[in-house]
């Protein structure tokens, strides 16, 4: 898929810009504060229905606005074009998500119809921050690739909150938890069953993306590697229903841990995805180098995964991304994205991006300024 076009009004710092993309590599340039990454977080409104950072859509509206809208046309791999719509009202509080004109609900069945890679600073914490981070992204890929690891996520997630004040209430009051426990724990092991299992294949099917995107950007003498270390005893289980009879007797186990804390003490919400460069931890012992290293080569990956996977081949979203790379590293990873779909890239300085202009005619640079667009270069007129 690709977007052909795009407008934004009362988004953020543009009060109305509208685009029409080329199908290879649009660079948004511009100075610092001027409006670039608010069209990539536009453009994940599209595909994800919200922000791909900020934790609020009120956040995203024009200061004094009261409603905000992103529309755009996207072109499908099978030829159709449709016309997909985002709009928030301050007032309201209500967010309308349409294609073709058709409102879509609920929210959650738009993932992974319009597939999305996206690599910020952002996501810096995948690699160097805490386990939660790394499950969010492994989450993310797998949910745009299947509905059902989706359904089941937030139903554990739905289960796991209720979960936590029934014990947090139970250990206020005393009481004793094992009854009013009983309706969750098995919702709780089915749901967790589910993600633990799927987590288990994806890191499994995952790791020869890691390698070959890692050393197509930096050679071999470094062998990435992407583990799993789920807070059960994965290795005792050959099937999903194994992961659910060790979950449930885990539960038991723990019981009067989690009636002494009041939390859920069991579940896929405490595993670990380890990252290591020749088998030393990521976050103790990486440069700053190899981290960004890292997280362009799971965004690749994930690019690859999701296209095998998904009937659309997903869009690239790189923020910031080249403003960190020497000229050297940045004309490489350049040329890889070059191969893979439509691609968004910010950036501060042209220089990189000239020689690509002049390549080919697919690829559009826009200049970005105080929140408008000041100017459009289609590589021809390069
Ligand atoms: N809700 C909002 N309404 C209006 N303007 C906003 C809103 N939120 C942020 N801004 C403005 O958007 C601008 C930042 O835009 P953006 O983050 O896209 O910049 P950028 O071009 O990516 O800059 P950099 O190169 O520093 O990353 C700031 O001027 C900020 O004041
Ligand atoms: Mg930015």
Redesign the pocket.
């Known amino acids: 898929m690709h977007l052909t076009s795009l407008t934004l009004k009362n988004f953020?710092?543009h009060s109305d810009t509208a685009f029409d993309f080329g199908e290879g590599i649009n660079v948004l340039l511009?100075d610092?504060?001027?409006?670039?990454?608010?069209v990539i977080e536009a453009i994940s409104y599209l595909c994800l229905t919200k922000s791909f950072y900020a934790a609020s859509d009120g956040?995203?509206?024009?200061?004094g606005k009261e409603m905000f809208e992103v529309e755009s046309t996207i072109a499908t791999e099978s030829g159709h074009l449709r016309r997909v719509r985002v709009a928030y009202s301050a007032d309201a509080n209500e967010k309308v998500f349409s294609v073709n004109r058709q409102k879509i609900e609920p929210f959650s069945s738009v993932i992974g119809t319009f597939p999305v890679v996206i690599c910020s600073p952002e996501h810096a914490p995948i690699t160097s921050g805490s386990p939660a981070d790394r499950r969010r992204f492994v989450d993310l890929v797998i949910s745009q690739s299947s509905a059902v690891y989706f359904h089941d996520l937030l139903e554990y997630r739905r289960v796991l909150r209720h979960r936590n004040k029934v014990l947090s209430d139970a250990r206020w009051k005393q009481e004793d938890t094992a009854a009013v426990l009983e309706p969750w724990n098995e919702q709780l092991v089915t749901f967790g069953g589910s993600l633990t299992w799927r987590r288990k294949h994806f890191v499994e099917e995952f790791q020869s993306f890691i390698t070959t995107a890692y050393h197509h950007l930096v050679g071999t003498e470094e062998e990435p590697a992407i583990g799993y270390k789920p807070g059960t005893r994965i290795d005792e289980c050959a099937s999903q229903k194994d992961v659910e009879a060790l979950l449930r007797s885990e539960l038991a186990e723990k019981g009067a841990a989690e009636a002494r804390l009041g939390i859920t003490l069991v579940g896929p919400h405490r595993d670990e995805i380890p990252l290591t460069i020749n088998g030393l931890d990521l976050r103790r012992f990486a440069s700053q180098g190899q981290h960004k290293t890292f997280l362009v080569a799971l965004k690749l990956g994930e690019f690859f995964y999701l296209k095998e996977r998904c009937d659309e081949t997903p869009i690239v979203l790189l923020d910031?991304v080249f403003s960190e790379l020497d000229e050297h590293r940045s004309l490489k990873l350049l040329r890889y994205v070059e191969e893979l779909n439509q691609t968004f890239v910010?950036s501060?300085t042209p220089q990189v991006f000239d020689h690509l202009l002049q390549r080919s005619g697919k690829h559009k640079l826009f200049m970005?300024q105080n929140?408008a667009l000041v100017q459009e270069r289609p590589s021809a007129l390069a």
């Open positions: 953020r710092n511009g610092n504060g001027q409006g670039k990454t608010n956040f995203v509206l024009g200061f910031d910010t501060t970005i929140g």
